[in-house]
């Protein structure tokens, strides 16, 4: 599974930008796609994710704001970010993940694409 995110760039506090990751490869194993972000100086972490089925989960300093969706026909997962913040200046990886046969979970990651909030 290859993924090619698009979307990140330069927005001001209040704006709002989309993020795309367009998947190629056999996705008949993935489970569900997510983007994560990764601020300067800290780990890397989950923004919001999608399963199979359309459940989504979000992280706390997400939600009411970005909205995440997938259309499996396409192959693609994107994330709407809406009334952005400073805080919300990272670089942005695209995932998707499958089950492996005892259980464990296998990640796919794309680039990355910047995204930059200026105050």
């Known amino acids: 599974v290859q993924l090619q995110a698009s979307g990140g760039g330069l927005a001001q506090a209040g704006g709002f930008l989309t993020l795309s990751c367009a998947a190629s490869g056999s996705m008949l194993s993935i489970v569900g796609m997510g983007w994560y972000r990764q601020a300067p100086g800290k780990s890397r972490e989950l923004v919001a994710s999608i399963i199979s089925g359309g459940t989504t989960t979000y992280a706390d300093s997400a939600k009411g704001r970005f909205t995440i969706s997938r259309d499996s026909a396409k192959n693609t997962v994107d994330l709407r970010m809406n009334s952005l913040k400073p805080e919300d200046t990272g670089v942005y990886y695209c995932?998707?993940?499958?089950?492996?046969?005892?259980?464990?979970?296998?990640?796919?990651w794309g680039q990355g694409t910047q995204v930059t909030v200026s105050s």
């Open positions: 995932n998707a993940y499958k089950r492996n046969g005892d259980r464990s979970r296998y990640d796919y």
